[in-house]
């Protein structure tokens, strides 16, 4: 049975400051996907990973994964408060875009 | 393009008592889903459609949930009858065959009492 796991669960960080959310999953598969979800909102994509290796930056927010370790990370740079939310990695269980999501971590942006 | 759409926004019934959600997917998606997703969890897949037909379903109650999807397009949940442990938010979602992932609606918050 495909378990994803994320950590941290909740990540308090100053603005400006950088910081990097781990997303690590138990069986293989090489499609996984990042989210947002704002408080009361509905899940927004970010980033699919397709390939060993596929890195992906929109703006402040770089995604990458090595299928070889079963790990995705989620890299911000300078946050900023508009980052603040809940960012969850979802992963392929079956190559038939059957997602297994993670936890979540809930992250904030203090100024 | 359209998203998905889902209704109600919000629900609130008493245990025991049967609710239905609706789910209209982005026009041309052959892959719908129905996830719940508890306070402060991540979203725990419940079915998964191709078309017409059940790909995943292991994750639901089949002792009181149903869903179906009528003619490959819009989809209903069902619960019947209600626990209070169901209270939570409903998504549904759809998906091409080109592996960009899944697109949801807003979801329906439903409240057991």
């Known amino acids: 049975e495909l378990k994803v796991e994320q950590n941290p669960l909740f990540l308090s960080m100053q603005e400006g400051k950088n910081y990097t959310i781990y997303c690590n999953y138990s069986t293989t598969s090489d499609r996984l996907y990042w989210y947002r979800q704002d408080p009361g909102k509905s899940l927004e994509s970010l980033f699919v990973l397709l390939s060993n290796g596929a890195v992906k930056q929109e703006g402040r927010l770089m995604a990458s994964l090595d299928t070889k370790a079963r790990l995705s990370t989620l890299h911000i740079t300078a946050a900023v408060h508009d980052l603040s939310a809940t960012y969850f990695c979802?992963?392929?269980?079956?190559?038939?875009?059957?997602?297994?999501f993670g936890p979540g971590t809930r992250l904030s942006v203090l100024p | 393009e359209a998203g998905v759409a889902q209704s109600p926004r919000y629900k609130i019934i008493e245990k025991r008592q049967s609710v239905a959600f609706w789910c209209n997917p982005i026009s041309g998606h052959a892959t719908l889903y129905w996830y719940q997703q508890i306070l402060g969890q991540g979203p725990k897949l419940l079915i998964q459609?191709?078309?017409?037909?059940?790909?995943?379903d292991s994750q639901l109650p089949k002792d009181r949930f149903s869903a179906e999807r009528l003619k490959g397009v819009d989809s209903t949940l069902k619960i019947q009858p209600a626990k209070l442990e169901d209270s939570a938010v409903y998504l549904c979602a759809s998906g091409s065959l080109r592996f960009s992932g899944a697109f949801f609606g807003q979801g329906t918050r439903l409240t057991v009492v």
């Open positions: 979802a992963v392929d269980k079956s190559y038939g875009q059957n997602f297994v």
């Open positions: 459609f191709q078309n017409n037909g059940v790909v995943d």
